[in-house]
């Protein structure tokens, strides 16, 4: 055995390693040790389960072709031995596919997600961490295995994470020690079919660094081991140099540790980069066009600074089904034939020295949405900010919009995490972005403004500003009317009594009214003094203001001075805003969507009546003919009427539908449930009419000089108007804050009691206090919608739900995905109010100790987590699961494998896997 040790060491190429371990008789003892007890466990239960998808090779130098790993598993299955020292390097699982497919040269386009995933450590440093130190990794006083480094790292880690399988620890045959680290794949949840399994496994090595480093004390292992395409050392191998890759440790787990219930695996690392924030509508099919040549060398200069040596991106050539990049292998490629379809992420390598490329870079998301991403880029400032506190990003999100008021941009959306204080930004910088002038603030709830105006008029007390609450006309009116004791009249009424509006009856009907209201308003304005105003509303008030209504000009001395002209040039001077701020926008901000059935109606009524009265009377002739059971009001069917010429036609496709989402990720299933939704359902609203609202310009006058929309939300970013720049602000170091998931089989309105009560019995199992609930459906409990933007849950731990859309909202998000040429607005409208949710008491507004709790219904978080518009969910999850959650995601693991190992032929593979699906579902 000694003079075997010695040919060993012997033959080892780095002097200073070598030299090192024939000092160590400590480590020539390990190894004496390992070989006369070879440890084979990792052969066993980790590299037989997973073949073919698991390359072996006997040489680097080679590809990862998986013809030894298919004939392995045939002698496996014949009960034949197997000699591992045939080889020296094995992968993680790669789907296995044929020489002649487009990424058979590049594996890292075809990582899979095999039974297990290993992840490898190598500190390939023999100066300051010579491998007599990393043997010693590996033993303890008294021979205790479990007290040694390794022992120690391996319960850690088993007391971590459910989903660790166990560690091998294997001499490379030369100068290091490879750790190999292996993870069950089985508790990851359902993944949308565009996830980049690449970036999210070497996402996932980067987190286990930071524990095995606390263990070795050592922070700088080969990060090429990251790669899950990349060749490691097989244990039990033989290297180059003839030695053996000896096992010097090994241990696995038969089960989880007891109350060990957290996974490894974040679904967010493996998600590809998020949609465009706003749809370009020429690109709504497949095809070639829609992008300038601007846009296109913007493309260029993208893929150029993304594939910096070989193969070198050339040029953008467009065939009839999109787009191609062409490259060329190398300096004698005269004539570039390698190329990359909008359906791929990585380069098919072909034509002159193609062979010569071992594994190209492969983009983070298939080139189709990299191109409208990378063009998204020419209109849309993206703020990713350094901060890696919220703290920080408060700081600097503060700076970002100080930098828009300087800069030269009259209308912008700015979009930014919950509770980020993008309004109290936005008055600290109110001066640069007013210049002066008088001014507007807009929000959803009349109590949001009122408490908003204390807040400016603290921050800016003593600088020539006076923020006021202003009502809208018609509340004010009403107010007004009620404290005189007389009826509220109503725009119905004016039109029956053949008035052309509501405030012309009201001058001539009720003038003590007006009265009231003038005194109110000259009250309000006195408060003003000499000051600028700066006017606090809700957003009606703002969407009237254009109109040159009397809930713009009422605010103006000159209107109560000169008679009440609602055509006073004077009053609409004094009213004109050098600034409008309008915070929480949603997509009704943007957009008027209605059914057909609405808009023929309204049709119907303008043909007939040229008068207000007729108008009227034609909308109650009208009326007896509605079918259904919400009829519309007179002011809606007036509003549409006036605008009829604005709207378009969209037919729903079903595209992005729950159905067809749920199609994507398991076409066999059958729900009765979700056939509900389907677009040709009994009562489904096939026909849509959509118009964007003009409320922010009247021709080319807008409502204000500068413009500033607010919002936390992805899906009225997606809405937002071409004349619109687009601020997005990101936080990609700041740590996600994390919501306990709980997931229902049939949460639903109807068992909506049930679920609360059960999730009841699981939260306060763990919590020693109670917690408050936000949902909708339930009388009495704080909607979504009334929480939204609110402070008042600070500290307070909270459930949330979250249920499949109801039919009529479904149907508008369908229609809404057609408009804009998406297929996520079903989701997002989920992810949006989640968020918005969270944000609640996460994020921003997290004190350190409130928890936060989602209830939702399984099979609608299998279909979110499926989605690309997955990535957008600002919090992290926190994957703590018992014992049953955890066998149903292993049953349904097990379903997947059964349904596609060993099946994929290599035909058609684009990149993405959708024919070796890397979607388990959960439901």
């Not at 200073?16 to 024939?22: K, Q, S, V």
């Not at 001077?573 to 997509?587: G, N, P």
């Not at 008042?792 to 859309?805: E, P």
């Amino acid at each position: 055995m000694t003079n075997l040790i010695q040919r060993w060491l012997d033959a080892i190429e780095n002097p200073m390693a070598r030299a090192d371990l024939a000092r160590s008789k400590k480590a020539q003892k390990q190894l004496e040790k390992a070989l006369a007890a070879p440890r084979t466990e990792f052969i066993e239960r980790v590299l037989l389960p997973n073949l073919p998808e698991i390359v072996i090779q006997p040489s680097a130098e080679t590809s990862r072709d998986h013809a030894i790993s298919r004939a392995l598993q045939e002698r496996a299955a014949r009960g034949d031995d197997i000699d591992p020292g045939l080889y020296a390097y094995f992968t993680n699982p790669l789907v296995p596919v044929g020489r002649d497919d487009d990424t058979y040269r590049s594996p890292s386009a075809r990582v899979a997600l095999g039974k297990h995933h290993v992840f490898t450590f190598e500190y390939d440093d023999p100066v300051n961490i010579p491998p007599s130190v990393q043997f010693g990794w590996c033993r303890s006083p008294g021979n205790d295995a479990a007290q040694s480094l390794m022992g120690k790292l391996h319960a850690d880690l088993g007391h971590r994470f459910a989903d660790y399988l166990g560690l091998t620890v294997a001499w490379s045959g030369n100068k290091s020690l490879h750790i190999h680290l292996v993870f069950k794949t089985d508790l990851i949840p359902a993944l949308p079919d565009d996830a980049n399994l690449q970036e999210g496994f070497k996402a996932h090595w980067r987190r286990l660094r930071a524990i095995v480093a606390e263990h070795t004390g050592h922070d700088r292992p080969d990060a090429a081991c990251a790669g899950p395409s990349q060749f490691r050392r097989l244990p039990w191998g033989t290297h180059r140099n003839g030695n053996p890759q000896v096992v010097i440790w090994e241990a696995y787990r038969k089960r989880a540790a007891k109350k060990v219930s957290a996974s490894l695996f974040q679904p967010d690392l493996f998600l590809a980069p998020p949609p465009v924030a706003r749809s370009a509508r020429t690109r709504k099919d497949s095809g070639t066009g829609g992008f300038s040549q601007a846009e296109l060398d913007h493309i260029a200069l993208r893929l150029r600074e993304h594939f910096p040596g070989w193969p070198r991106f050339e040029r953008l050539e467009a065939d009839g089904t999109g787009y191609r990049a062409l490259f060329s292998n190398s300096d004698r490629d005269d004539t570039p034939s390698s190329y990359m379809r909008e359906s791929h992420r990585f380069v098919a390598l072909v034509g002159t020295d193609s062979d010569t490329i071992d594994d190209a870079p492969v983009l983070p998301a298939r080139l189709g949405r990299m191109m409208d991403i990378w063009v998204a880029e020419l209109t849309t400032t993206a703020a990713a900010c350094s901060a890696t506190t919220h703290d920080e990003a408060r700081q600097m999100l503060a700076d970002v919009i100080g930098d828009l008021a300087a800069a030269d941009l009259p209308r912008v959306l700015v979009q930014a995490p919950e509770g980020a204080s993008k309004t109290t930004s936005v008055m600290a910088h109110h001066h640069a972005f007013a210049g002066g002038q008088p001014s507007m603030y807009a929000f959803a709830t009349y109590d949001l403004a009122k408490e908003k105006v204390n807040k400016f008029n603290q921050m800016h007390k003593g600088s020539g500003y006076r923020a006021v609450w202003i009502e809208s006309w018609s509340r004010l009116y009403a107010l007004c009317a009620d404290q005189r004791g007389v009826p509220v009249l109503s725009s119905a009424d004016a039109a029956q009594g053949g008035f052309p509006s509501l405030f012309e009856m009201v001058r001539v009907r009720q003038p003590d009214v007006l009265e009231v209201m003038g005194g109110y308003c000259q009250e309000v304005l006195d408060g003003v003094g000499s000051n600028v105003p700066v006017f606090f509303a809700v957003h009606d008030t703002a969407h009237l203001w254009q109109q040159h209504s009397p809930t713009r000009l009422i605010w103006s001395p000159a209107f109560w001075q000169n008679g009440m002209n609602l055509r006073n040039a004077a009053a609409l001077a004094e009213t004109k805003l050098s600034l409008l701020v309008h915070d929480e926008a949603s997509v009704d901000t943007f957009l008027s969507i209605i059914p057909a059935t609405l808009f023929r109606f309204a049709e119907r009524i303008k043909a007939r009546a040229r008068k207000p009265d007729e108008m009227f009377n034609a909308y109650l002739a009208a009326l007896m003919t509605w079918r259904g059971a919400n009829k519309p009001s007179f002011d809606e069917v007036r509003r549409i009427a006036w605008h009829l010429s604005d709207y378009e036609p969209v037919t729903v496709s079903g595209r992005g539908s729950y159905s067809d989402l749920c199609r994507e990720i398991n076409p066999h299933r059958q729900d009765g449930y979700l056939s509900l939704y389907a677009p040709d359902s009994p009562n489904a609203v096939r026909d849509w009419m959509i118009a964007r609202n003009g409320w922010y310009r009247r021709e080319e006058e807008f409502v204000a000089d500068r413009i500033v929309i607010l919002t936390t939300e992805e899906l009225p970013t997606a809405c937002c108007p071409d004349d619109f720049g687009v601020a997005r602000f990101t936080m990609p170091f700041v740590p996600k804050h994390a919501f306990k998931l709980i997931q229902h089989r049939s949460l639903n309105r109807d068992r909506l009691q049930e679920a609360l009560n059960d999730a009841d019995e699981r939260i306060m199992r763990q919590r020693a206090s109670g917690y408050r609930t936000i949902t909708n459906c339930i009388e009495g409990v704080t909607t979504h919608m009334a929480a939204r933007g609110s402070d008042a849950f600070i500290g307070t731990s909270l459930l949330q739900t979250a249920m499949f859309s109801a039919p009529y909202r479904h149907e508008q998000l369908c229609a809404l995905n057609d408009y804009l040429g998406r297929d996520d607005c079903v989701i997002l409208d989920h992810i949006d109010t989640i968020n918005q949710t969270c944000g609640r008491n996460l994020g921003f507004r997290w004190d350190g100790k409130a928890e936060h709790y989602l209830l939702i219904n399984r099979h609608l978080w299998s279909l979110i987590q499926s989605s690309p518009a997955r990535v957008h969910l600002r919090y992290a999850i926190d994957l703590s699961m018992d014992a049953e959650e955890r066998r149903s995601m292993r049953r349904s693991a097990r379903k997947r494998r059964a349904a596609t190992h060993w099946k994929y032929d290599g035909a058609g593979y684009d990149g993405s896997g959708f024919d070796y699906p890397l979607v388990q579902d959960a439901a």
